[in-house]
């Protein structure tokens, strides 16, 4: 039994040492998956905070879960992909701090931890974000920008669930309610220019617009917490029906992305 165990994990690292050069992720995938790293960065908090307050337990605890596998999974993916050594540097500088803000978002949550890990998730935030830029340039493909302020939107609505968790709990640090302000006036405006693209197909309006539609219920939520009055399941529950949206219309800009990247490789035929 053994040797056969032995045996399927050495097929196993043969098969993982040998992908060919073609399974390695395009530019298109990997500004999508590095904005994603920006994502998860807020998700990993979102769902500690939802975990102190007993917010919707059992999701909280999914989200944290499935999040913490999945920054590790796409980390590993691009540190492969990097296709520069400053990219590379750069993504070794988000493994250096996720190491420390992976094991304490895995504790029990606690007032007295909660503060630290907001910190983290921003350490963590701002290094992905460099790297999003980073990719975005390499590219040299004028669509990648679109990818990028799409894929920041699921950042912004998990970023917005955070900070709004952290009022709710009754936590506070300098410039929290100006870090919110900011936040939702980011992700209003950035919306607003994502519906203005000329480049936006019927399916990618179409999403917009119902993004437009649930956003709009979600400004009506923020209100109440300027008088004290906090629904942060029903604030957790849209801002989870945007990221939904939000990363659907990333991947169709990134499908966009792809394709100007293969006509940007075509050989060009003199006539």
């Given at each position: 039994m053994l040797s056969r165990?032995?045996?399927?994990?050495?097929?196993?690292?043969?098969?993982?040492?040998?992908l060919p050069a073609w399974a390695k992720l395009s530019d298109a995938e990997a500004v999508n998956m590095s904005g994603l790293q920006r994502m998860l960065s807020q998700r990993i908090a979102k769902s500690y905070l939802m975990l102190g307050q007993r917010v919707s337990v059992r999701e909280a605890t999914q989200?944290?879960?499935?999040?913490?596998?999945?920054?590790?999974?796409?980390?590993?993916?691009?540190?492969?992909?990097a296709p520069t050594p400053e990219i590379s540097t750069s993504l070794g500088n988000v493994e250096a701090v996720w190491s420390g803000y992976k094991k304490r978002v895995l504790t029990t949550p606690s007032k007295s931890e909660a503060l630290s890990v907001i910190r983290q998730s921003d350490e963590v935030l701002t290094l992905s974000e460099k790297v999003v830029k980073q990719i975005q340039d390499y590219s040299k493909v004028s669509s990648a920008r679109l990818v990028n302020i799409?894929?920041?939107?699921r950042m912004l609505s998990q970023r917005i669930g955070k900070l709004y968790l952290t009022q709710s709990w009754g936590l506070n640090y300098d410039g929290l309610d100006h870090d919110l302000q900011v936040a939702i006036s980011e992700y209003e405006s950035t919306l607003q220019e994502l519906t203005d693209s000329g480049m936006n197909t019927p399916d990618i309006?179409?999403?917009?617009?119902r993004v437009k539609s649930i956003w709009k219920f979600s400004?009506?939520?923020?209100?109440?917490?300027?008088?004290?009055?906090?629904?942060?399941?029903?604030?957790?529950?849209?801002?989870?029906?945007?990221?939904?949206h939000m990363q659907t219309i990333t991947k169709l800009y990134e499908q966009q992305m792809q394709l100007a990247d293969n006509n940007k490789n075509l050989p060009l035929h003199k006539s």
């Open positions: 165990m032995l045996k399927y994990l050495v097929i196993a690292c043969m098969v993982t040492t040998c989200q944290r879960e499935k999040s913490v596998v999945l920054f590790e999974k796409n980390l590993s993916e691009l540190k492969t992909y799409s894929g920041r939107q309006k179409e999403g917009l617009a400004k009506a939520g923020f209100a109440l917490s300027n008088d004290n009055l906090f629904v942060p399941t029903a604030i957790c529950n849209t801002t989870e029906n945007l990221l939904k």
